[in-house]
């Protein structure tokens, strides 16, 4: 693992994103490695020469002069990097941020796959309407291990509970779903009483890693390999109709709300979760060839 400190003006990034006014990412890089991470775009914008997972630049920048200016803003933690990858509990850099907008009056929206963020439960609970979401696209830890090296799946749902029960908004980020191995509805059972939100998206393959998944799906997956050819080299999208068909019967049957990007928080805490079928890859990729997620 490469690590290395760098310098920038500001962790915070106007942000395209659906979810968020800015985007927030303490760390260039993750340790994680997931084998699917469309983050890894952001080579383009390092001197890296290693591969994706295999280098981390901590980032420090100017301490916050005027936090309030963020009050009412949505800042989205971790849409390149996992702000509570192992190196955070070393560096902290999350955590200075929180101390840094502490009484801003920020939402803050924290995405990660580890259980160090309930080290900050403390600091998160000063924020309004914060929420924690937490990647969950299997149940089986076996796939999962296949896919990344971030804290087992049993430690994100425990997790996911402990701060739902603190009365900290969750949100379960079922992503990316990979057809016929993600169950999305078993995810949603498992999750339902301990979350706000359930954010479904696809699996999108694209650049480097796309011959990375296609040859792990054929190697131990050979079963779905045409269905996987269909989608992402013929380019079907009937997969994902019939499994929003599939999803939308389930919610209404379950009594769930299922909407199509709307992000908006006006459940009550203890209401049943809403289901938000989410797809903002496209929106990604328009800010990457733009250079406008550079300091991302």
Known sequence: MII??????????????????????????????????????????????EAWGDFVDVKYWNALKKPEKYAGKELFIGSVTDPYQPLEEQYGRTRTLLQELQGSGAKLSIQTKSDLVLRDIDLIK????ARVGFSINTLDEGF??????????KRRLSAME??????????????????????????????????????????????????????????????????????????????W????????????????????????????????PVVVNFFYHEEIKKSAKKGKIQNA
């Open 144 to 153: 999962k291990n296949d896919m990344d090296t971030a804290v087992s799946i």
């Open 162 to 239: 402990k701060l739902h029960s603190e009365g900290i908004r969750t949100t379960c980020f079922i992503s990316p779903i990979f057809p016929g191995i993600t169950d999305v509805k078993e995810i949603i059972d498992r999750v339902k009483k301990h979350c706000n939100l359930v954010w479904i998206e696809n699996l999108n393959l694209r650049g480097s890693y796309k011959s990375v998944i296609m040859d792990f799906i054929k190697e131990k997956h050979a079963d779905l390999l045409p269905l996987y050819e269909d989608i992402y080299i013929r380019g079907s999208r009937l997969y």
């Open 126 to 129: 000063t924020f309004p309407d």
């Open 4 to 49: 290395q400190e760098i310098e920038t003006k500001s962790v915070l990034t106007k942000s395209n994103l659906p979810v968020s006014d800015y985007s927030v990412n303490p760390y260039v890089g993750c340790e994680h490695a997931c084998k699917y991470c469309y983050a890894c775009f952001m080579k383009r914008f390092t001197n890296h020469a």
């Open 241 to 272: 109709r019939n499994l929003d068909d599939q999803i939308r019967s389930y919610a209404k049957t379950n009594g769930l709300k299922y909407v199509r990007d709307d992000d908006s928080m006006k459940n009550p805490f203890d209401a049943p």
